[in-house]
């Protein structure tokens, strides 16, 4: 069984978290578990975050009570294996919309059309969606693309760009700062206030980069 811990980050609000790391298998059961723990007395919105879950409460709701129903609730919990839809998302490697891409392929000692063939391979969950509106924190990434963040954080990265982050890919909706390692840029929006729901992705969807372009 695995064990939840349960704590309070405010007067109305319970965070619940599952030992590191984050894996498909746990968040499947956090998103059964925020299903389940928003049917309960008390519960104003459950939001899932990575290996972690936050309920927040009605005003005047006992927390020690609605922990111990949580407490009680996890062991009864199975994963939520639905499959979410899947999402192709054509990438330009290197060149001006990569800018990192030598950088990490001399990091990992190999080609960056290595880097490229090791990141287009696999088919990523989305785990959680944060950081900006749209962007998906995607589980799946090999090992083997596991990069440091920058040492020092663009003040602007460009709106499409996808990155890695430690043991995280993903892409930026919007043109924000960021520290990700810059590998390439799709053309696809995240985001878009005119659709429902707005953002491309959801967690539990799974995406599968294509590379468009490459340039060495």
């Known amino acids: 069984m695995i064990p939840i811990t349960l704590s309070p980050i405010s007067e109305s609000a319970l965070v619940c978290t599952l030992p590191p790391p984050a894996e498909l298998g746990k968040q499947q059961r956090l998103w059964a578990f ?14 899932a975050g990575m290996n972690n879950l936050t309920v927040f409460a009605l005003p005047d709701t006992d927390l020690n009570r609605l922990s111990d129903g949580l407490k009680n609730l996890w062991p009864h919990i199975k994963a939520d294996t639905h499959q979410g839809r899947h999402v192709d998302i054509p990438v330009r490697y290197g060149g001006e919309f990569g800018a990192d891409l030598a950088e990490v392929a001399a990091f990992h000692r190999t080609t960056p059309a ?3 063939r090791r990141h ?5 969950t989305v785990f959680m ?16 693309l596991h990069t440091p963040r920058r040492a020092e954080p663009r003040t602007e990265v460009p709106a499409g760009s ?3 982050g430690g043991s995280q890919t993903g892409v930026y909706p919007f043109t924000s700062p960021g520290g990700w390692q810059l590998i ?6 995240l985001f878009q ?11 539990g969807d799974t995406v599968r980069f ?3 372009e490459v340039r060495l």
Do not use: K, N
């Open 34 to 47: 925020a299903e389940a723990a928003a049917a309960l007395p008390g519960v104003l919105e459950t939001v």
């Open 162 to 164: 996808v990155g890695i």
């Open 184 to 189: 390439g840029r799709t053309d696809i929006a």
């Open 120 to 124: 287009t391979a696999p088919v990523y």
């Open 210 to 212: 294509v590379a468009e």
């Open 193 to 203: 206030t005119a659709s429902y729901p707005p953002t491309l992705l959801l967690a």
């Open 114 to 116: 290595e880097i490229v």
């Open 129 to 144: 969606m944060g950081f900006q509106p749209g962007f998906p924190y995607l589980g799946g990434l090999p090992e083997h």
